[in-house]
């Protein structure tokens, strides 16, 4: 059984992107959770970096999945821009565009597509903690735009189709790991 690290973005003191009183910790933390029960559904264990609004590190989180000797890494967040409605849809971070991360990350991505995001792409970030210090495949999703008001909509909208998308494509992943 594959082990899977949910890791829900900020939290505590540390709102992450705000945007008309919307909080990224909470958008996080409410998609963590409703992604890692739907996985427990599927047979997949699942160790949740925080379950409620506490604050751990970046750093932190990657030890706890290293420690947790975690199949995967999967870091939840919403995206942000300079101004508001500038940009829209949704991208999936990794360390390096090729090998297992990737096809993680092309895997929630093309379900999140489907959902009605626009598809950024799957995108290196090498100095992310969470991607750079975790000893399994990680990824970090940055389900649209909290300060684009078409996202939140389609979130707010479709919300449990938005964390069956995700969870879809983890499974897809781990199935044929």
């Not at 949740?48 to 947790?68: H, L, V, W």
């Given at each position: 059984?594959?082990?899977?690290?949910?890791?829900?973005?900020?939290?505590?003191?540390?709102?992450?992107?705000?945007?008309?009183?919307?909080?990224?910790?909470?958008?996080?933390?409410?998609?963590?959770?409703?992604?890692?029960?739907?996985?427990?559904?599927?047979?997949?264990?699942?160790?949740?970096?925080?379950?409620?609004?506490?604050?751990?590190?970046?750093?932190?989180?990657?030890?706890?999945?290293?420690?947790?000797?975690?199949?995967?890494?999967?870091?939840?967040?919403?995206?942000?821009?300079?101004y508001p409605n500038q940009y829209t849809g949704i991208e999936t971070l990794v360390y390096?565009?090729?090998?297992?991360?990737a096809r993680l990350a092309d895997n929630i991505n093309t379900r999140l597509e489907q959902?009605?995001?626009?598809?950024?792409?799957?995108?290196?970030?090498?100095?992310?903690?969470?991607?750079?210090?975790?000893?399994?495949?990680?990824?970090?999703?940055?389900?649209?735009?909290?300060?684009?008001?078409?996202?939140?909509?389609?979130?707010?909208?479709?919300?449990?189709?938005?964390?069956?998308?995700?969870?879809?494509?983890?499974?897809?992943?781990?199935?044929?790991?």
């Amino acid at each position: 059984m594959a082990l899977v690290v949910i890791d829900a973005g900020h939290g505590g003191a540390n709102p992450g992107a705000t945007y008309k009183g919307r909080q990224e910790k909470d958008d996080a933390i409410a998609l963590a959770l409703a992604v890692g029960r739907i996985l427990e559904q599927n047979g997949v264990e699942v160790y949740y970096t925080r379950e409620s609004d506490i604050y751990e590190s970046p750093e932190q989180k990657a030890e706890e999945g290293n420690a947790a000797g975690a199949d995967y890494f999967v870091s939840i967040h919403r995206n942000s821009s300079p101004y508001p409605n500038q940009y829209t849809g949704i991208e999936t971070l990794v360390y390096n565009r090729y090998g297992e991360a990737a096809r993680l990350a092309d895997n929630i991505n093309t379900r999140l597509e489907q959902v009605g995001f626009e598809n950024q792409g799957v995108n290196e970030r090498k100095n992310l903690v969470v991607l750079n210090r975790t000893n399994m495949p990680a990824v970090l999703i940055e389900a649209g735009f909290i300060n684009t008001d078409a996202d939140n909509e389609l979130l707010d909208a479709r919300f449990n189709e938005v964390a069956a998308a995700i969870a879809d494509g983890i499974l897809a992943t781990v199935w044929t790991a």
